[in-house]
């Protein structure tokens, strides 16, 4: 099914004969699938997919938004499971992709 | 009926009363409103594209609505003329809406399964089947 999909290009180009970077969408790119979006204190905010998802997390720090990345010391910072997506700290601006984590 | 074709045959002139059979079917069916001309039959309102119907002896056809309980089969589909509002159909299943031809159509399917959506200067959407294209 190779040369089946869908495919949009930018203004000014021909969807036919445009090259992938001159499109605005192709279906021949996975895109990441939203599973749900929220906020969350600390603590587990559980999913049902039944496998350990991809998931993004900001945390607020007075006005701003930080992306909560993994330290090398694995502390305090958020991870994923087969069961939920767990926060050690508060003010949590998540997304669980319906995409595995690996 | 009966009255009306005795006083159509009273009225018969000499030439008409030896083909009496022809003119007396031509005025039943002129009763009817129904003309026969010359290698068709059509209605006495007829006016192409306008009003009225006709049945051509090369087999055309002209009608207003009509309904069909069974199923069409046609080589080709044309609705709307052939300007930026009409849809067809063409010979190879190809269909086509927003223009006269298929390369100009806004709008276009073809008989592979490829849907584009053009914006006026390029085929920005693409839908389906592109050989080596995904």
Known sequence: ?102 | MVEDLKTIEANLTESEKANRGYYRLRRMLADMGIIVTKRALQSYNFESLVDGWKISANGDVEFNNGTFRGSITASTIDIGGSDDQSFHVDADGNLWAGAATYALAPFYVSNTGTMIINDGTNDRILIGFQSGGF
């Open chain 1, 1 to 102: 099914m190779a040369d089946y999909g869908i495919k949009i290009a930018k203004e000014g180009y021909d969807v036919n004969t445009a090259a992938d970077k001159d499109l605005v969408y192709s279906s021949k790119f996975n895109g990441m699938k939203i599973a749900e979006h929220n906020t969350s204190g600390a603590g587990t905010v559980l999913h049902s997919l039944g496998y350990a998802p991809m998931f993004l997390n900001y945390r607020k720090s007075g006005t701003q938004y930080r992306l909560d990345w993994q330290t090398t010391s694995f502390v305090n910072a958020p991870y994923t499971t087969n069961a939920g997506i767990v926060f050690p700290n508060a003010d949590n601006y998540y997304f669980i992709f319906i995409d595995k984590a690996e």
